[in-house]
């Protein structure tokens, strides 16, 4: 909605700056506004939401094992094993 707005706010005051060719750089231009402040917005949420991951980290107490070289990979794949502090029933 807000972008509908500022492609016709844009291009009315484009028509009014230079006719028809200002209604079309200014339609865009609204667009690109309105489109930069919601991407701004969804930014902004996005980092509030990585600082409250970081606030809420656990400490795992993972152990490193021998990295595995797998067929066809160039590198070698780092493996860690998280123990667990129970017992599992597998039956």
Excluded: H
């Excluded at 706010?9 to 609204?30: H, M």
């Excluded at 990295?67 to 599992?88: A, D, M, N, V």
């Amino acid at each position: 909605m807000m972008s509908l707005v500022a492609i016709i706010v844009g291009a009315v005051l484009g028509a009014v700056w230079n006719g028809e060719f200002g209604a079309l750089i200014g339609a865009l231009f609204g667009w690109l506004l309105a489109r930069s402040f919601r991407l701004e917005q969804q930014i902004a949420g996005l980092r509030r939401s990585v600082e409250a991951l970081q606030a809420a980290r656990v400490a795992v107490d993972a152990i490193s094992l021998p990295p595995l070289t797998l067929r066809g990979r160039s590198e070698p794949i780092g493996l860690y094993c998280i123990p667990f502090k129970g017992r599992i029933d597998t039956r």
